[in-house]
């Protein structure tokens, strides 16, 4: 089992920066990749940015590539997002999500651990 806990989300100006965390704990092993989902409201979940155990290969949505940055701790059990240039578009719930293996990192269901959730709100 792991053990996911966000942190850093809140409101943020149009065009501000903001840092999400991610505490993970429990069955951590060099198989395991992070990334991060969001939600908004009426929309399905979907993928924004994955990064696996090393720390050097990760992988961003179209929508975010340029302008987010995912990091993960050299202990391996802090994953960060760095949101830069945000837009309205990114107000959304932000979910940390954990696996070991995947066969599409774009899909929800090839991860088996998730976090709480944090609100993510942009105003224009």
């Known amino acids: 089992q792991v053990q996911l806990v966000e942190s850093g989300g809140g409101l943020v100006q149009a065009g501000g920066s903001l840092r999400l965390s991610c505490a993970a704990s429990?069955?951590?092993?060099?198989?395991?990749?992070m990334g991060w989902f969001r939600q908004a409201p009426g929309k399905e979940r979907e993928f924004v940015s994955l990064v696996d155990w090393s720390g050097e290969s990760k992988f961003y949505a179209a929508s975010v590539e340029g302008r987010f940055a995912i990091s993960r701790s050299p202990a391996k059990n802090t994953v960060y997002l760095e949101m830069n240039s945000v837009k309205p578009e990114d107000t959304a719930v932000y979910y940390c999500?954990?696996?070991?293996?995947?066969?599409?990192?774009?899909?929800?269901?090839?991860?088996?651990?998730w976090g709480q959730g944090i609100q993510v709100t942009v105003s224009s």
């Open positions: 429990g069955r951590i092993g060099v198989e395991n990749q």
């Open positions: 999500a954990s696996t070991n293996s995947y066969r599409d990192y774009r899909v929800a269901s090839e991860y088996p651990f």
